[in-house]
């Protein structure tokens, strides 16, 4: 864990007995957004973190959910806003997602003063929302110190350090440093207790629950940062997990969402335990896999303890159909494989609806042809198709590539590599004709 920013070592005098910490889950600012089981799982632990301290933590969720959909799904409300400069092509309105400006600064006066804050942050391409929520948090914290933390800080540290107005950039888990670094702003911590749950620390009510029961990945896919953010692969034993899972449910909750980016890995060891367990303590969940799932790593036994065990919503990767691209972006899948895998799925009793696969668009020299015939291919396999939009992510080695052959430039605005403009501006495609296949999934899907 690597810190920047401005560390101040003389003490602060601390005005409470016990730390008093806000952490927020701040804005996004997009075309689009809905809630697919997002959950700011870093930040809550955080206050997992916080909690074995004497520490009043608060909470505000710019991202409260507005309209509970199914499985815990849900949609944000939104305020238009005014687009950025350089998005002024893109013939969309662009919006902040989550909270009005009144609402948050409402909450904000509720809490305040406290001794430090800590935003999250997750695309790289948001940070305009995470730079309005410390705008906002600032007019009544002055110079409480604010620190950043998430994927975009430690994907962009210094970006983020330029561009937000906070006054730390906290590079990595919570896990690692935090103690420290609230220490070099010169506040007091005691340690009184083991580290709680961040679900038994009421900070909010959850209507689903995020799982993260393995960090990292195996693989080293040219257009993903997982190995920027977690270098090695590392995971929960299965009790670990499972415990976790049964105190959820005893607290009521019923919806999962894994955020593994590598579930699947060494099953016999690890999700089979896990999901034998649940089923022999006769827990009744759903659950589901928006991070795409190894589809290398799917046999019989497997599929049928997931189903068994209560997944609802499996998304696979699949990416492209082309036997070329698949190897030089990281070799996880081939098509063979693919084609298997769904064959065990659908013997399983897995349906078309529950199975969904995404197929990349606008991927470098990725013909809009190439993406038709996975779309057909995908549809003679009888499952849903998840479309996605390839989106530069800074310093992968895709980014690199497309630095070094001047597609980009490394002062590119990271507005620019936003989901919905880089494929619009960078693809190449005519966009009738995708507009079209985009139409053609979505009743295809309906169906
Ligand atoms: S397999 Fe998935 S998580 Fe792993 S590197 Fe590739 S895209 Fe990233």
Redesign the pocket.
């Known amino acids: 864990m690597v810190k920047k920013g401005i560390i101040i070592i003389n003490m602060r005098c601390l005005p409470f007995d016990k730390l008093r910490a806000l952490l927020v889950n701040p804005w996004i600012h997009d075309f689009s957004s809905l809630n697919l089981w997002s959950s700011p799982l870093g930040l809550l632990r955080v206050a997992e973190n916080l909690s074995q301290f004497e520490s009043e933590i608060f909470y505000i969720d710019c991202l409260k959910t507005i309209k509970n959909k199914s499985y815990g799904t849900g949609k944000y409300n939104r305020q238009q806003i005014q687009k950025p400069l350089v998005l002024k092509q893109i013939p969309r309105k662009f919006c902040r997602y989550g909270i009005t400006p009144d609402e948050f600064q409402s909450q904000l006066k509720s809490i305040m003063p406290v001794d430090i804050i800590f935003v999250t942050s997750i695309m790289t391409y948001w940070y305009t929302g995470v730079a309005e929520t410390v705008k906002e948090v600032r007019k009544l914290a002055g110079d409480t110190p604010i620190i950043i933390g998430g994927i975009y800080a430690t994907l962009c540290p210094d970006h983020a350090l330029k561009n937000t107005g906070a006054d730390l950039i906290y590079e990595g888990s919570a896990e690692n440093g935090l103690e420290a670094v609230i220490r070099n702003f010169g506040l007091r911590l005691n340690k009184n207790s083991d580290k709680k749950a961040y679900y038994k620390l009421g900070l909010s009510q959850w209507e689903f629950a995020p799982l993260l029961t393995t960090t990292g990945?195996?693989?080293?896919?040219t257009?993903?940062?997982?190995?920027l953010l977690n270098k090695d692969f590392i995971r929960k034993t299965p009790e670990e997990a499972f415990s976790e899972i049964e105190e959820l449910f005893n607290l009521g909750i019923r919806d999962f969402a894994f955020y593994d980016?590598?579930l699947l890995t060494d099953s016999d060891n690890h999700l089979k335990p896990i999901l034998k367990k649940v089923i022999q303590k006769g827990l009744t969940v759903r659950f589901h896999a928006p991070?795409?799932i190894?589809v290398r790593f799917i046999d019989n036994e497997l599929a049928m303890l997931m189903k068994v065990s209560g997944f609802k919503t499996l998304r696979l990767?699949l990416?492209t159909i082309s036997p070329e691209r698949q190897r030089l972006t990281?070799g996880?899948v081939r098509t063979d494989e693919f084609e298997n895998a769904i064959t065990i799925l659908k013997k399983s009793g897995f349906t078309k609806k529950e199975l969904g696969v995404y197929l990349m668009y606008g991927l470098p020299e990725q013909s809009l042809n190439e993406v038709k015939e996975g779309v057909k291919f995908l549809k003679s396999l009888s499952v849903n198709i998840n479309l996605t939009e390839f989106s530069p992510i800074p310093n992968t080695k895709m980014w690199n590539e497309l630095l070094a052959k001047g597609i980009i430039s490394k002062n590119i605005d990271l507005l620019l590599t936003n989901n919905s403009v880089y494929y619009y501006l960078y693809s190449g495609y005519d966009l009738r004709e995708l507009e079209k296949l985009k139409l053609e999934v979505k009743s295809y899907n309906a169906s």
């Open positions: 990945c195996i693989f080293s896919c257009y993903c940062a997982s190995k980016d590598a991070n795409g190894h990767s990416e990281g996880k």
